[in-house]
Each structure stands twice: as structure tokens, then as C-alpha cells.
């Protein structure tokens, strides 16, 4: 399923101008989230991160960030 939402921004993923999010996205936690645009509530942890949705639930980091 696609995006709907640039998860750094929070714009629509279909407005375009998200070269710097995707840049940003490798070194930052999301913090919006990408199905209803709401601001995540973002942990950072030793293992990365994690960031929260009230109505989506919890995302946490890819594996293999280190
Ligand atoms: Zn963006
Ligand atoms: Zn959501």
C-alpha cells in the first residue's frame, strides 16, 4: 500500500518535492504518519526509534540501523 502522507512534511506523498524528505528520512524518525498525516509521537531508543499514531499504532525503526 502506498503512502498517502510524506511521513517528514506531511503533505500529500502525491504533491512531489519530497527529495530532501527522502534524504532526511534515512537519518530521522518519521514524524508524521503516513496514512492520516497526524503527528507521531517519536521515541528515540538505543535500537532507533519508534513512533506512535493515536489511530495507526506504533512503527518502530528498520532493522539493521545501527
Ligand atoms: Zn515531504
Ligand atoms: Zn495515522
Same mark, same amino acid.
Do not use: K, N
Given at each position: $500500500? #502506498?503512502? +498517502? ?8 506523498? =502525491? ?6 524528505? #527522502? @534524504? /532526511? /528520512? =534515512?537519518?530521522?524518525?518519521? /514524524?508524521?504518519? +503516513? =496514512?492520516? #498525516?497526524?503527528? $507521531? @509521537? @517519536?521515541? @528515540?531508543?538505543? $535500537? ?6 493515536? /489511530? ?11
Amino acid at each position: $500500500m #502506498a503512502a +498517502a502522507f510524506c511521513d517528514q512534511c506531511g503533505r500529500s506523498a =502525491e504533491a512531489g518535492g519530497h527529495v530532501r524528505c #527522502a @534524504v /532526511r /528520512r =534515512e537519518l530521522e524518525p518519521p /514524524r508524521y504518519c +503516513a =496514512e492520516c #498525516a497526524r503527528r $507521531m @509521537v @517519536v521515541q @528515540v531508543t538505543p $535500537m532507533g526509534w519508534t513512533a506512535r499514531c493515536s /489511530r495507526h499504532g506504533e512503527i518502530f525503526s528498520p532493522e539493521g540501523v545501527c
